[in-house]
Nanobody, 117 residues
């Protein structure tokens, strides 16, 4: 069983930066995708960015050029560097790991990111 532990987040002024990390305990088998999602207040959860075990990345249009996703396969950890933060980036951020072979899907606990104007 994989457990995901999220760290980072907090309160920052618009234009500032924050970093998130998500460490997976247990074994992740085979090809997989690690990603970040967020749920703004009163809205549905949405994709922020994903990265495959091969290193291919995908970003939501709203964060392209400002956020960077990366991973350390040896540590089973995914990171999200968020620059030039905007008030509309305020949300609870979640990490997710999906194993391709087993189709197992794991979610970490959310962490609040608040961007003040």
């Amino acid at each position: 069983q994989v457990q995901l532990v999220v760290s980072g987040g907090g309160l920052v002024q618009a234009g500032g930066s924050l970093s998130l990390s998500c460490a997976a305990s247990g074994s992740i088998f085979g090809g997989n995708t690690m990603g970040w999602y967020r749920q703004p207040p009163g809205k549905q959860r949405e994709l922020v960015a994903t990265i495959t075990s091969g290193g291919s990345t995908n970003y939501a249009d709203s964060v392209k050029g400002r956020f960077t996703i990366s991973r350390d396969n040896a540590k089973n950890t995914v990171y999200l560097r968020m620059n030039s933060l905007k008030p509309e980036d305020t949300a609870v951020y979640y990490c997710r790991v999906t194993e391709w072979g087993s189709r197992s899907d794991y979610w970490g606990q959310g962490t609040q990111v608040t961007v003040s104007s």
